[in-house]
């Protein structure tokens, strides 16, 4: 006998959860729409440079974009961060991060923007990746310093409207042509054609 499915969350229940995970950001004294942070390199060139041997296992990266995957494993946490050159894996961990970050970094949802900075290392299953550490040399969450570097993570916009049902190859034409930021968003090579598109005209 199948067992019933669990109810699927309305668009604003899911609004209402990230609000109210904006407001514990702000109640901690979290710029949830901090706009400084600086990286050294593209999602792409951190994950091919280290597939190649050009970055050693861990080496020190700092990248920022938006989180395309979310993958919560109680105790660690995978998500993909995307930028216009393509896609990296990061791994959170809560005996690395320390208690208190670790919970902040469980307030980011998919959508969010971000800044981290950790070290590349491979996952069991062989998948370049960026694990985050606890440094101690700033506030989580609160921008770069240039006298003590990036902290684990910058959260640089939090998104409060979750992305549409099927995000990852977004197949409804109608909504991909009526709201064409989201076929971006949910198909890289569409977006790749535009770049391709745009280079040529100019």
Not at 26 to 39: A, C, H, L, S, V
Not at 119 to 140: A, Q
Not at 150 to 174: C, Q, S, Y
Request: charged share 30%.
């Amino acid at each position: 006998m199948e067992q019933p499915s669990a109810p699927v969350p309305s668009e604003n229940s899911l609004i209402k959860e990230r609000r109210d995970k904006l407001a514990k950001l702000r109640e901690r004294g979290i710029d949830p729409f901090k706009n400084k942070f600086t990286p050294d390199r593209s999602c792409d060139d951190a994950r091919s440079k280290f597939d190649k041997g050009e970055l050693a296992e861990g080496a020190r990266v700092s990248v920022a974009g938006r989180i395309t995957a979310h993958r919560d494993m109680g105790k660690s946490i995978f998500i993909d961060v995307r930028d216009q050159s393509g896609r990296v894996q990061v791994y959170a961990q809560k005996q690395a991060l320390g208690d208190a970050q670790f919970d902040i970094f469980k307030h980011l949802d998919l959508g969010d923007f971000v800044g981290v900075t950790g070290t590349m290392f491979r996952t069991k299953t062989n998948e370049p990746s960026i694990k985050l550490g606890g440094t101690g040399d700033s506030p989580v969450g609160q921008g770069d310093s240039p006298e003590k570097g990036n902290p684990p993570f910058v959260i640089l916009a939090k998104a409060l409207r979750p992305p549409p049902a099927k995000w990852h190859g977004l197949e409804d034409t109608e909504i991909r042509y009526r709201q064409r930021y989201l076929d971006l968003m949910g198909n890289p090579e569409v977006k790749q054609t535009f770049l391709q598109r745009s280079a040529i005209v100019h």
